[in-house]
């Protein structure tokens, strides 16, 4: 399964950092939570936007995504910014390294936290609670000793739209079709004419049904952090 093809992989850079993220204020965030700890593995690297900013602050750095297409812009920028950061294309529930890491990121990749208004969920792209379990499973198995497992939190909510520098109009909703089941498209728009609209499937779980299973499996759950930009689980 792969999520982000190659007309995604092409505008997605244009496009998330013109309004969708703040990769800078992102990593100075988690920069402020890991503290002293310095391996890194982000889950959904994608173009590297927020793994390029944390390896120019001297983190090491690795990364997983399924999409060939981002990890190819990936190889690109690497070569540019002359980084060592090591990626794997490889999906989420397969998730096997031959090391162990200070940090498991999650910064908007095949799961988010959703608040809505008081609420706060859990959205994945998988639809079983055990391809959940068996992700958070791997997750713990490659962590060292004090590790943290990082989820980004998302405050868009259901609709959420802003202009591109290039005069499109971007929008995305995020319907129910079922509590547990949502589409999440997104809209490009310019001169009128949609250019380009992609549909995702999004599972839906509680906050207090993955603490539960986190806590199963052995994480501690810190919960927030103080800029309650992401929720935060401990090994």
């Known amino acids: 399964m792969v999520l982000f093809d190659k007309e995604i992989a092409q505008i997605y850079d244009f496009w998330t950092t013109h309004g969708y993220y703040d990769y800078k204020k992102e990593a100075e965030i988690i920069a402020r939570i890991i503290g002293n700890r310095k391996s890194i593995i982000e889950l959904g690297i994608g173009t590297g936007n927020t793994a390029i900013l944390l390896a120019k602050r001297e983190y090491q750095v690795s990364g997983i995504d399924d999409s060939p297409y981002m990890l190819s812009i990936l190889a690109d920028k690497l070569k540019k910014e002359k980084l060592d950061i090591s990626f794997k ?31 706060l969920f859990f959205d994945a792209y998988f639809s079983k609670q055990s391809e959940i379990e068996t992700i958070f499973k791997r997750v713990f198995n490659l962590l060292n000793p004090n590790g943290l497992f990082l ?17 499109t109009k971007y ?24 250019y380009l609209q992609k549909s995702y499937n999004f599972y839906r779980w509680t906050k207090n049904e993955i603490d539960d299973l986190a806590k199963k499996i052995g994480f501690q759950v810190k919960e927030f952090d103080k ?3 992401f929720y935060i689980f401990e090994k």
């Open 151 to 167: 989820g980004n939190i998302q405050y868009h909510g259901k609709h959420f739209e802003f202009s591109l520098p290039d005069g």
């Open 227 to 229: 800029s309650k930009s």
């Open 171 to 194: 929008w995305f909703d995020l319907k129910e079709k079922s509590p547990k089941h949502l589409i999440k498209t997104h809209n490009f728009e310019k001169n009128g004419k949609i």
């Open 89 to 119: 294309q490889q999906d989420l529930r397969e998730l096997e390294t031959d090391k162990k890491y200070d940090v498991a990121l999650s910064a908007g990749g095949a799961f988010v936290y959703i608040q809505i208004d008081d609420n």
